[in-house]
T-cell receptor
């Protein structure tokens, strides 16, 4: 069975440019997470989706970051405009989505973003 | 506020040595969950274990074991007879049991196992 798929794996852009990351979760997983991992740090949750609904988005910088999961399957995270400090690895994870359960999250390989 | 401290930035051992990765946490919640993840060079985090705050029983899984001590707010991870394939960054994380699902990760410990 395929794991969490993310693309692109690497992205280099100039500051002030827009950028988008795509994630396809494991089939049947209702919950999807976006994390940002700065160099030498642990992941930081940006947003969590339960099906199409965005929950736990308090750590998403909403002035420049946006996310969508229109059909409750794959998701896109966008940054517009990008800043130098956005250089990081963006990780996507998914879990089954059983209400009230503490579930195992399965992570994708991440998208490594470098903003010049 | 929650905090997870992994004081060891990098540990280097020779194959077959035992190694313990330390994790100390702070939380005001009375119930919570603790996790360990492995991040190999390929990048994706791999779940290793989840522990409820009300379950202080230690756990062993093959060469891996975990020592949870609520009295000292520690959740340490030991690898017995380390192997080169254990080389990775290991993260400890904390999450409240209710309300927000937002986890707090430590900064990670890079383990290098030399042949």
């Amino acid at each position: 069975e395929a794991g969490v798929v993310q693309s692109p794996r690497y992205k280099i852009i100039e500051k002030k440019q827009p950028v988008a990351f795509w994630c396809n979760p494991i089939s049947g997983h209702n919950t999807l997470y976006w994390y940002r991992q700065n160099l030498g740090q642990g992941p930081e949750l940006l947003i969590r989706y339960e099906n199409e609904e965005a929950v736990d988005d308090s750590q998403l910088p909403k002035d420049r970051f946006s996310a969508e999961r229109l059909k409750g399957v794959d998701s896109t995270l966008k940054i517009q405009p990008a800043e130098l400090g956005d250089s990081a690895v963006y990780l996507c994870a998914s879990s089954l989505g059983v209400t009230g359960a503490v579930e195992t999250q399965y992570f994708g390989p991440g998208t490594r973003l470098l903003v010049l | 506020a929650q905090k997870v401290t992994q004081a060891q930035t990098e540990i280097s051992v020779v194959e077959k040595e035992d190694v313990t990765l330390d994790c100390v946490y702070e939380t005001r919640d009375t119930t919570y969950y603790l996790f360990w993840y492995k991040q190999p060079p390929s990048g994706e985090l791999v779940f290793l274990i989840r522990r409820n705050s009300f379950d202080e029983q230690n756990e062993i899984s093959g060469r891996y074991s975990w020592n949870f001590q609520k009295s000292t707010s520690s959740f340490n991870f030991t690898i017995t007879a380390s192997q080169v394939v254990d080389s990775a960054v290991y993260f400890c994380a904390l999450r409240p049991s209710g309300g927000s699902y937002i986890p707090t990760f430590g900064r990670g410990t890079s383990l290098i196992v030399h042949p």
